[in-house]
């Protein structure tokens, strides 16, 4: 017979209550007895039964998290901290990818919401207010992420986009840079943002802005990093190239690099780049990337906090939005000033042999 959480509890002395909180951990047991009932789980091997213990509390323990790809680092590493932060409380993650597409977006949402979740994480591509309006009359909590919802009253996790935009701009136009061009984002509240925050930031500085400078693509977060190298090449072929580049997120900028060093061009000497998602991969890049930290671990973590009081709530509470604000982490590919300074020096040295 399959070990039972009331033969642990009959065993140790304790109530079935005091075993379930341990094994959810739940915080308000004392210490002693939490590492006594840990100890006999381990020794026993024993497995909840996840069945039993829905029917008897009424949830799944599932929460959903609907994202465009899931091979995007971005929205992989919000997952990772989603994912950790609500197993820790007992629940469970199911992943689902739209692929920045809103029919498959909306079948996703049904078929998540059909294993009847306690709750859901979504950067939505394509649905629109009635959708989540849906949600709401069937009780099931969510939290966008990323991205907002015109004319939704909803909880919400991101990160300051417009600033996203201009500290990004700003750094560029500080490294020397005057002909700043944007690789945009799609017309959703993240790439409008960036490219307003964009925008704020030339004309703050008294540079003027030129259309023939942004460059959009149909898709930015599924196969981005071909779509970078596209928009690339497009502003290449401008009658003036730009001389700083600003992409939306980091595998457009990656797809930038590849389209830069094709034309034989120099990062950052001949045009400057600086991305935004501060991946962890980007520090090991050919040429390491400049890029704007959107502090993806927090905004998993603010997503399960903000989920998991309202599944656990006895009265919905009102919805909460969590804006964090970015930073700039500073690499080669944008160091224009000091590619410069170390350009001068080696030929100050050259000169100095060549008249020895």
Do not use: W
């Amino acid at each position: 017979m399959p070990v039972r959480m009331k033969d642990i509890a009959q065993e140790l002395g304790l109530s079935v209550v005091t075993v379930s909180k341990v094994l959810r951990n739940h915080p308000d047991i004392a210490e002693k007895t939490r590492e006594k009932i840990l100890k006999r789980v381990k020794e026993l091997d024993y497995q909840p039964n996840l069945m039993a213990r829905s029917l008897v509390t009424g949830r799944s323990y599932l929460i959903g998290l609907i994202v465009p790809d899931l091979l995007h680092p971005f929205f992989a590493e919000v997952a990772k901290a989603l994912s950790a932060s609500v197993s820790e409380r007992g629940y469970s993650l199911i992943l689902s990818s739209s692929d920045e597409d809103g029919e498959l977006e909306a079948r996703g949402l049904r078929q998540l919401t059909a294993r009847r979740l306690d709750g859901l994480a979504i950067a939505a591509c394509g649905a629109s207010a009635e959708v989540f309006a849906k949600l709401d009359r069937h009780n099931l909590a969510y939290v966008l992420i990323d991205r907002e919802i015109p004319g939704l009253e909803a909880n919400f996790v991101g990160v300051n986009d417009e600033t996203v935009g201009r500290i990004a701009t700003e750094h560029l136009l500080d490294q020397g840079c005057r002909r700043v061009a944007h690789i945009r984002g799609r017309d959703n509240s993240t790439g409008i943002s960036r490219f307003e925050g964009y925008r704020r930031a030339l004309e703050d500085r008294g540079v003027r802005y030129s259309d023939d400078l942004v460059v959009a693509r149909s898709s930015v977060d599924a196969d981005s990093v071909r779509m970078g190298a596209e928009a690339m090449r497009l502003l290449l072929g401008r009658k003036r190239r730009p001389d700083g580049v600003f992409a939306y997120n980091d595998p457009l900028a990656i797809g930038a690099i590849h389209a830069i060093h094709e034309a034989g061009l120099r990062i950052p000497e001949d045009i400057a780049l600086i991305g935004s998602g501060n991946l962890h991969y980007d520090d090991s890049l050919c040429v390491p990337l400049s890029s704007v930290d959107q502090h993806t671990a927090a905004i998993g973590e603010h997503t399960a906090n903000i989920l998991l009081r309202r599944i656990e709530s006895k009265a919905p509470p009102r919805p909460a939005r969590v804006i964090l604000e970015p930073t700039l982490a500073v690499r080669a590919s944008s160091m224009r000033k000091k590619a410069r300074r170390a350009s001068s020096s080696a030929a100050r040295i050259s000169a100095a042999r060549i008249a020895q």
